[in-house]
């Protein structure tokens, strides 16, 4: 294991470079697999269905990744600052890649502008990410912040219903469920953990001011998606049934 840990931590560039072509080849294994019908004659639906699909794999297996690793080595959530093991600092090169391949595929296939949010989402979570593999701190609180991935899993499959229109089916009713649950606990939970670890140790971290800005950034964006979520699954309003009737903006309708 210390074998790994060196190499890995020799080249993270190499790792994280790796991690993108993996996920990029992912993307296209997935495309052999059959769309659902009523995406076949809409660009943008068969981009985002492809899309969430890589999404889906790398939210199955950063967060069931992330989750091991705190349940292995519980004394991290005792020092995100320095303490790290192997497993978890390739974790955070892994996943570095996969938001590289996602901000790379948002943006070649012209859905920079409809998808801006994301696009600001990754290049904080990169700069961020990328910060931590070259100085090797943050470590433990990269792989704390993944903890939202176990949310993202039930998020993706959420849009992917609604691409499917199988937002009357009982799957959907059910993954609503476990998606609240899911935001609040692994998502909202995590962030509010992180937040309250800067704040509590500021004086002793390092570049605190800038983690710290950050987070409450991340914040802002997660509570406004947060809104946008109850909003759209637990207090419908008459748009609700023209979306569900295909009679509304396709990105639009996606992103809510």
Request: hydrophobic letters at 50%; proline letters at 2%; aromatic letters at 12%.
């Amino acid at each position: 294991m210390e074998g790994l840990l060196s190499a890995v931590q020799l080249h993270p560039g190499l790792v994280v470079a790796a991690s993108s072509l993996a996920f990029r080849a992912v993307h296209g294994l997935l495309q052999a697999l059959p769309l659902p019908k009523g995406l076949r004659h809409d660009d943008f639906r068969v981009w985002k269905w492809r899309n969430l699909s890589v999404s889906l794999v790398h939210s199955l297996l950063t967060g069931t990744w992330a989750i091991s690793c705190v349940l292995l080595w519980p004394e991290m959530l005792d020092n995100i600052h320095s303490h790290y093991t192997p497993l978890s600092y390739l974790l955070v090169c892994i996943s570095t890649g996969y938001f590289v391949q996602d901000a790379g595929d948002i943006i070649l296939t012209g859905n920079a502008r409809g998808s801006w949010e994301f696009l600001l989402h990754h290049a904080m979570v990169v700069w961020t990410f990328l910060y931590t593999l070259v100085t090797r701190r943050y470590v433990a609180g990269a792989v704390v912040a993944l903890f939202v991935e176990v949310n993202s899993v039930f998020l993706h499959m959420r849009l992917m219903l609604k691409l499917a229109g199988a937002q009357a089916s009982r799957l959907y009713d059910l993954n609503r469920l476990l998606n609240l649950a899911t935001y609040v606990f692994f998502r909202l939970g995590a962030q509010a953990f992180l937040t309250w670890y800067i704040v509590r140790n500021y004086s002793s971290l390092d570049h605190a001011g800038y983690f710290l800005s950050t987070m409450m950034l991340m914040n802002l964006m997660i509570l406004i998606y947060f809104g946008r979520l109850l909003r759209a699954d637990f207090f419908h309003q008459a748009k609700a049934h023209a979306a569900h009737n295909g009679t509304t903006n396709s990105k639009k309708f996606l992103s809510e």
